[in-house]
């Protein structure tokens, strides 16, 4: 709490100035760790999939979360895979896991199917 007060008077910065403060730190930031031109064009075009994602009210935090995840979530799939000598069927063997992912299907599938019967509903009516 002793900086509030400094993180009160940044959200006075005019908005225009603030993206570009923070292109220039991400942008020095990158060539810093990795001078390549590939890295930077992986900086722009995150910076401009995260803009259309802002533009059409898509949520920000679960592809941040992804990002973070999904490399360990990879690892650890091949690490399966490798222990059970390729064979996809050991990740439903076990009851917690084809639960685990019966769950996560019904979670992804849910706001399909449910918007499906809206529009029937809307049709019936």
């Known amino acids: 709490?002793?900086?509030?007060?400094l993180w009160v008077r940044l959200?006075?910065?005019?908005?225009?100035?603030?993206?570009?403060?923070?292109l220039v730190f991400a942008t020095?930031?990158?060539?810093?760790?990795?001078?390549?031109?590939?890295?930077l064009s992986?900086?722009?075009?995150f910076g401009v999939l995260g803009f259309l994602?802002?533009?059409?009210?898509?949520?920000?935090?679960p592809v941040v979360v992804g990002?973070?995840?999904?490399?360990?979530a990879e690892s650890q799939l091949r690490r399966a895979l490798a222990i059970s000598l390729g064979d996809p069927m050991a990740l439903l063997q076990s009851p917690i896991s084809a639960t685990l992912l019966g769950i996560a299907l019904?979670?992804?599938?849910?706001p399909f199917v449910l918007k499906g019967?809206?529009?029937?509903k809307a049709s019936e009516d």
């Open 106 to 110: 019904i979670a992804l599938l849910a």
């Open 42 to 45: 992986m900086l722009a075009g």
């Open 11 to 22: 959200l006075a910065i005019p908005q225009p100035w603030l993206y570009a403060g923070i």
């Open 67 to 72: 990002l973070i995840l999904g490399p360990i």
């Open 117 to 120: 019967l809206g529009r029937f």
């Open 28 to 39: 020095m930031g990158t060539i810093a760790a990795k001078p390549s031109v590939v890295e």
């Open 1 to 5: 709490l002793p900086l509030v007060g």
């Open 53 to 61: 994602m802002r533009r059409f009210d898509f949520p920000i935090a």
